[in-house]
């Protein structure tokens, strides 16, 4: 691929610590190869910054292939920016002009409070699959793998929920905060699968309450997670998930 | 100290058994009182916390990204394997540990290996326990692919994510027992220090990424998974965060180091674009099972890849390697690569690049689709687009990837691809029992040296970060704590705690103080170019002499010159880094000296003074049939102590994928 050289003037969130009041920073950054990858261009933000004795951008990363679900950045009011089915760590500066300004925010909702400029805790993901995002195995000598065959269309249903990174982007584009689509994604992976079963119903029910005890929002289907979604996962998952709490309301006696 | 593998008397295939059948067991009401620390979550760690807190141990886990489902783990494609013999193709226990030996040149512990291919199946059992949607075929069985260095097809996977789906199902695991209380999970901690008591290791200190604050944490027992060191190079395909920082601290509280100088170099990545570059992106070995590798076979040939025609492309995998065509080791994969590209065949703008290509598979499984579709006269366009389905459903989502990074479609022109550090064979040194030479410290997963010897087949890292955690440590771990249970907690104001937290704090005020010129990352990239020339795919005395003179230097550099902003008391990538550049300075010392005594080549450590006439590596097993493990002796000082290797199961020769 042929690759040009960017200027580009960055509007960055910066925020000490959870306490501080937060605002954005003003940067102008020169000689951004489109082969970049948008991480790779804050590696050079961050490279001038130290060099002008300054504090560079704390911002979350581990893999850089799309699949750990560390990296978030909300790119121009779009969690992981302009591209479709795209974690940021995999967006590259392709994506944008020479002479664009361009906004990075932390994933905003009040169940991810930031910790300091891009960065914001998640462990509220954590805590909802502490709640039933598992099957109760215990480690020992199960019965053979193949002893219950699973449907290949089942097998790879389950596949496609369970692809879900656990990054938030659905939780940062849902004007209600909502995390639906992380928690039915888990759900409808185990419904889907003969393992999942016998704990289906509580499952769906306490990792629901766990949810919302976490101060995520409620969902009200607007799509806005599925949009964004680097995993493409489906808001099919939702409907799903919604099936499984009535079935389960309807059967489990709670105290 | 003489170094004692523990291996159990016995044959072969009885060893294990007879073990497990007589190591002392930890009654569950004292199990409940023995504390056990966990450094790390990826495969094996969430598998031994998970797994020592259902039974009943008290577990502390720690890791640095801010999930436990984050650890590198996370980024493993292409699958596992298990000696299942689902397809019925003569697979067994010892042919998995035969190909496993043979793949690593005859350089690792042959019961430590037997007992990984033993203990294989039961991992597939377990994972599908769980819930892990591995791929299936029609009729509802698991579906298997092949790897490099193997004749039979005994890998299991989930499509390209198959170290995604099996990490989760560990930290499924593991959140489940943090929910019943047997585990407490600390995210966002670094070990940053091991703590010995009476010569044993009792606990460490950690510190807390969010506050900066350091923290003692105490154990009956230490167990290490804190995964590779490819970072050392600075390009490599591990996660940024990859970190050779808790094994060397263990490594300079007494663990002697294994075999620091394999490290694998994988055939199949995306190549470097510019000197930006954060790090390299691997394309899964899986697609040699279908694309094929060549160059033109005239030098500097500046068509398109498309433009060239067959017969003017050199397949050289299949032209040396008959038997094995694409599917040789990586190893030998990766050498070949450079040597084509060395001799000036290299394509792409760097030409240092060579093409993984799709062209005949599409065509293949398109004409099969047609067939089955009874399809009599279909047209070329059909039958690609067929091709590309049955493509795409398998490697959908690595042509996807590639295609991000470097915006060509490689359904439409070959992938560039070119070898990049992938994986560290070597690490702490344990025995049989996966202790290291610390007492009550161990070593799971990546982090060892065990198992792979001189080179890792493709699929066998998360079968053994898995199998170490699952199936190894809950019976290893109750021959040290049954010993133990008479030992209370130890208060963490014992003098051996306040003097390692003062160490851990004097070392990270130094490197704030330093306040020089240069970033973390600058140091970091040129301790990269060293490693990578100099001790990299093939290596040699004078390069490596070099590098030891080099890096010392730089090492210097870096203490008087590095810049690291910030400060202690909050969250500070920056001295997150410099910790671990620090650390790396004096791992790449070691491993440059480990490659220099090392005076022959053996699976992925290749010195350019012993190779066979079509430049094969050229074993010496007469003068290095040993595991080197090193002892830490002071600052820059090492001392060499030698594991024997013996072999009675399998006879040693000189490897042959021809
Ligand atoms: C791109 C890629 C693809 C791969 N594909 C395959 C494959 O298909 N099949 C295969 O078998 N192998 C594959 N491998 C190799 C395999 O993924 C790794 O070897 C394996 O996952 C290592 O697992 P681990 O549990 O030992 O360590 P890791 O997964 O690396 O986990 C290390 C853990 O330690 C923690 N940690 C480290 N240092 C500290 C510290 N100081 N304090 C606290 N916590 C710490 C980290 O937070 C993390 O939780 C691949 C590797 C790569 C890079
Ligand atoms: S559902 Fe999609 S957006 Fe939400 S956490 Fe999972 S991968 Fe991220
Ligand atoms: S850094 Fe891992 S998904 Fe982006």
Redesign the pocket.
Known sequence: MEHKNLSLTLKVWRQKNSKAQGGFETYKIDGISTEMSFLEMFDVLNEKLINEGKEPVAFDHDCR?GICGMCSMYINGRPHGPWHGTTTCQLHMRAFNNGDTIVVEPWRAKAFPVIRDLVVDRSAFDRIIEAGGYVSVNTGTPQDANAIPIPKQKADAAFDSAACIGCGACVAACKNSSAMLFVSAKVAQLANLPQGQPERATRALNMLDQMDKEGFGSCTHTGACEAVCPKEISVLNIAKLNNEYLGASLTVARD | MTLNSKVPEGRMDQKWDNYKASVSLVGPANRRRLEVIV???????ASAAATLGEMGYKVKA????DS?RR???I???????AAKNYQNDGDSDYRLFYDTEKGGDYRSREANTYRLAQVSANIIDQCVAQGVPFAREYGGMLANRSFGGVLVQRTFYAQGQ??QQLLLGAYSALERQVALGTVTMYSR????DVVVIDGKARGII?RNLVTGELERHFGHAVVM????YGNVFYLS???M???V??AWKAHKKGAYFGNPCYVQIHPTCIPVSGDYQSKLT?M??SLRNDGRIWVPKKKDDNRKPNDIPDEERDYYLERRYPAFGNLVPRDVASRAAKERCDAGYGVGSSKQAVYLDFKSAIERYGKTEAHKKGMHNPSKEEITEMGKDVVKSKYGNLFAMYEKITGENPYEVPFRIYPAV??TMGGLWVDYELMTTLPGLYA????NFSDHGANRL??????Q?LADGYFVIPYTIGSYLSKEIRTNAIPTDHPAFDEAEKNVRGRLEQLLNIKGTKSVDHYHKALGQIMWHKCGLARNEKDLKDAIQEIKALRAEFWKDVRVPGEMNSLNPELEKAGRVADFFELAELMCIDALNRDESCGCHFRLEHQTEDGEALRNDKDFAFVSAWEHQGDENWELHKEPLTYEYIEVKQRSYK
């Open positions: 292939e | 450094i790390g979550t990826g495969l094996a760690g720690f890791c640095f990204q436990p650890a590198h783990s980024a493993a494609q292409g699958g596992i394997n198959t170290g901690h670094e070990m940053l950690a998974c804190s995964g590779g395909t591990n996660a965060g990859s970190n920082t808790a691997l899964s070995e992938h994986y799971l997963g990546e982090c493709g699929a066998s890292d998360l079968m970060g």
